[in-house]
């Protein structure tokens, strides 16, 4: 390319590599940044599964010395077994059925 080219309004082929080079510049310390702040990710994730572990083998410390149904559970944040919801049963097909499991239609 001819090096004077130069279309008027800073539109040069110098002002163009210039910009060009100072957004590879941009583009690298983004780059630096996101391996940063991937690595940081990393660390919290790591501290927080640790702490999750830990409330785990507290939690289930407290429930072999006071008992899944005990006030101490209560304390912190947990259920009584006995305030537990049950699961509801879903009532079965009503009249007969097909060997596949599926309600037969009656008129």
Known sequence: MESKLDFGKSLTLAAYIAKTDATRALLANLNTL?????????????GEDELIGMSRRMRNGLLVQFGPNSDELEAVGGIRTSERKRAARRPGPVGPVESDGSSVATA
Do not use: C
Not at 34 to 46: C, G, K, P, Y
């Open 34 to 46: 996101i391996a940063q702040l991937e690595s940081a990710r990393n660390v919290f994730t790591q």
